[in-house]
């Protein structure tokens, strides 16, 4: 069954999540190892159950993609994990999900899609950049230019060049990013980030992988922020200090963190998580303590 979406207005551009798996099966430890229960107690009461199970061991996490439409542009932020892809975390192995009925169930079909933006290269953020098609990974959205980040990309090329295609590390590089650099398809943002799209600014977080950016979209009197990876559930708002297991440097991840929390707050931006459950959308602003969290 494909369930209502929620839809969100930033001035004149439409938000709409398109999910793919709600998982429930990581362990509080096993997402974020710093996780202490006394600690996350005082938001227990809201988090239980849609972000936190029950017994307070298990967190909930999503995969989803972000569909924005403005007058212009039709863009999709992050495309999850993918159909059909040979993966080693056995949650991501050989999807079948209705990613794309889901997509079509907004009013979208992959050839008006013009924009596809990469917050970071990661296996979980690339997947359906492709899908098979006779046997061989093409580009899922073919008149979509894909933009990413060049230096992901290239340590990304190195790493295959050294280990192979196969190499569960590049595998998904292999599948989901390749095809579309060799379609023509890609577009390179160097590292200080930038305006690839009017609207659509994207700013350097480093920490969770080498280049990792999130990005702010602007539009009339409205402001979103795709966050990524910069946070993987809410706890992490209000524990800052608690990096995901997934963090490749986790100091400066730390400071992004920081960043992108003093941001958000300031800017009231309309959130877009990459993987809180729930709606995966809210605002954060400040509180006595640091900084809390409200679900949209
Ligand atoms: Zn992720």
Redesign the pocket.
């Known amino acids: 069954m494909i369930e209502q979406q929620q839809t969100y207005r930033v001035g004149d551009a439409v938000v709409t999540r398109i999910p793919e798996l709600l998982l429930h099966d990581f362990k509080t430890t096993g997402l974020i190892p710093d996780w202490q229960p006394e600690a996350a107690e005082p938001q227990t009461a809201w988090m239980v159950p849609g972000c936190l199970d029950e017994a307070c061991t298990h967190v909930v996490v999503s995969t989803h993609s972000w569909l924005v439409r403005t007058p212009g542009h039709t863009i999709i932020v992050d495309t999850a994990v993918g159909n059909g892809k040979t993966r080693a975390i056995p949650a991501f192995d050989h999807l079948q999900e209705p990613y794309l009925q889901r997509l079509a169930a907004a009013g979208v079909t992959p050839d008006m899609v013009d924009c596809v933006l990469l917050t970071h290269l ?1 296996s ?2 690339v997947g359906w950049n492709t899908r098979i098609a006779d046997g061989r990974w093409v580009p899922t959205f073919p008149n979509a230019r894909y933009v990413m980040a060049r230096l992901e990309q290239e340590r990304l090329a190195g790493i295959m060049e050294k280990d192979g295609p196969d190499a569960p590390k590049t595998a998904f590089y292999a599948d989901s990013v390749l095809p579309v650099i060799q379609a023509g398809q890609a577009s390179f943002l160097e590292p200080e980030g930038g305006e690839p799209l009017e609207g659509f600014t994207f700013y350097p977080t480093p920490g969770h992988s080498t280049n990792h950016m999130s990005i702010g979209l602007r539009s009339g009197d409205g402001y979103g922020f795709f966050a990524g ?1 910069v946070m ?1 559930h809410p706890i992490q708002i209000y524990r800052p200090e608690w990096s995901s297991v ?1 963090s490749e440097a986790p100091e400066r991840g730390r400071t992004s963190r920081d960043w992108a929390l003093n941001h958000m707050a300031d800017t009231n931006a309309l959130v877009f998580s ?2 809180f459950p729930g709606s995966s959308a809210g605002r954060v602003a400040r509180t006595e303590i640091g900084f809390g969290w409200t679900f949209a």
Do not use: L
């Open positions: 990661h979980d953020h990876d993987h997934f990459s993987h």
